[in-house]
């Protein structure tokens, strides 16, 4: 029956009365279909507000009148239902009572969010079993397939003595939400290429392998954390592929001695560099964040050997990209600017600003934020699907990414999108992509980059 309604009211009586709801939800799903058909059949305005309020066919989310929508919601509260379901204002958030809808896709049917993103899934590059000698099922069953528990228990970043978490994670932190990303895991486990690859998204164990080649196992603990740190502290504004262009370019310069020199040009746009630009540097991706999130904390990193950079992200991807012999994280997820969006942290943020003007408070979770939400992350979606919180982090990020607007490759892990860098290296420079990989290990060549240049060697 909930065919008779369409746009948003359809989308979402659907997804109620699904069979795969809970029998509560699916009552609830009935109990709402039968108040708005006691309202459909006794006003016809009611169908004329709803086609108005939600007229966009290919975007049935989006309210195309406001003043329709707010009639239209103005009627269901005060008709036969004697009731208006939670979020209904606010084109039915999970969340509790949203000051707005940043993403509204974040909300549709799992069932559709996921696949769209399985529809997306990259096909698999040679170049990961090519370099190093593992398939994405191989990377599946070493993260034990999401079940593989960090051997690293603390919190991974720096908290106040007694932290007290955000107020506005309570409004995140409800059961309605917990069955939406619940749903959204459990879709994705239907979808095995989509599934897999992002179970197994932080597995790094093939590359730590080779660093043990390259220089033994003693030394190569400290060279891949510094390897690993550098590429995490370059994630922050960046996509995955510019993320590990410019760490490893980082690494690079820092071994020759040069730091200080990626510090002063790292960030340039090509327009911007001038006669006295390093050539080694020529196909490094600049970046607004240079200096502040950072070259910044990178120089204090390499200077001091400590990780502090006042946020929950950073520190928390950089340890879940570890092994066992570095030391890895499992129970925190990475909370950077997409999961943010899709727990639905920008729904019930406060107001933000950017140049005077009302913007989407969307950046990635802060500290207080994440003391709350990711001990709740853990134990109620994580814990219930039968995985760490950090390959589930992983999975939902993938599952929900055309909601939230990821641009890296989905259905890749890390080190498949590292294998292709290094693929892109080995066309720039005219060598074997094992020869490339060896390079950047060592800290000689960056990873990607589409000028020639960027070989520094002893």
């Known amino acids: 029956m909930a065919k008779e309604f369409t746009g948003l009211l359809g989308d979402f009586l659907g997804y109620m009365q699904d069979p795969n709801r809970t029998q509560q939800m699916q009552g609830v799903g009935g109990l709402l279909e039968s108040g708005l058909t006691s309202i459909k059949e006794s006003q016809a305005k009611f169908r004329d507000l709803n086609k108005r309020a939600f007229g ?97 228990t603390d919190v991974p970043f720096k908290t106040a003595a007694n932290p007290k978490g955000a107020a506005h994670a309570s409004q995140v932190m409800n059961p309605r939400n917990v069955q939406r990303l619940q749903d959204i895991v459990a879709e994705a486990k239907q979808q095995p290429e989509l ?57 690079m310069m820092d071994t020759a001695g040069r730091f200080a020199e990626f510090r002063k040009y790292g960030g340039l746009p090509e327009s911007k560099r001038k006669a006295d630009f390093p050539p080694e540097l020529a196909g490094v991706t600049g970046h607004p964040y240079h200096k502040t999130a950072q070259s910044g904390p990178m120089e204090k990193y390499l200077e001091t050997g400590l990780l502090n950079m006042g946020s929950a992200k950073v520190p928390s991807y950089i340890h879940a990209s570890g092994v066992p012999e570095t030391g890895f994280q499992t129970q925190w997820p990475v909370g950077d600017a997409h999961w943010s969006r899709l727990v639905g942290l920008p729904d019930v943020r406060g107001a933000t600003t950017k140049k005077g003007k009302e913007s989407v408070p969307n950046a990635s979770a802060s500290v207080p934020e994440m003391v709350s939400l990711g001990p709740w992350f853990n134990q109620k979606i994580a814990q219930p699907m039968g995985m760490e919180a950090v390959p589930a982090q992983a999975v939902i990020w993938g599952a929900g990414s055309g909601a939230t607007g990821v641009t890296s490759p989905i259905g890749a892990p890390k080190l498949e999108l590292l294998a292709q860098q290094i693929g892109e290296t080995a066309r720039r420079l005219n060598i074997t992509p094992e020869a490339a990989r060896d390079l950047i290990i060592r800290g000689q060549a960056y990873a990607g980059g589409i000028t020639k240049g960027g070989l520094l060697v002893d």
Do not use: C, H
């Open 195 to 251: 599934y897999k690859g992002m179970a197994s998204w932080y597995t790094m164990d093939p590359l730590y392998k080779r660093f043990v080649d390259i220089y033994g196992p003693d030394r190569a603990i400290g060279e891949y954390n510094k390897f690993n740190t550098l590429t995490g502290m370059s994630s922050p504004g960046s996509e995955v592929l510019t993320e590990l262009n410019r760490g490893t370019a980082a690494n």
């Open 56 to 152: 966009d066919k290919k975007n049935p989310m989006r309210v195309t009148d406001q003043a329709a929508f707010d009639q239209l919601t103005e009627m269901t509260m005060n008709g036969p239902m004697a009731f208006a379901p939670v979020g209904m204002t606010k084109k039915m958030a999970t969340v509790m009572n949203p000051e707005r809808i940043a993403y509204p896709g974040i909300y549709s049917n799992p069932r559709e969010l996921v696949q769209e993103a399985a529809n997306r899934v990259a096909p698999e590059s040679p170049l990961l079993k090519q370099l190093f000698g593992v398939t994405r099922e191989d990377l599946f069953d070493i993260s034990q397939q999401g079940t593989r528990a960090g051997n690293m």
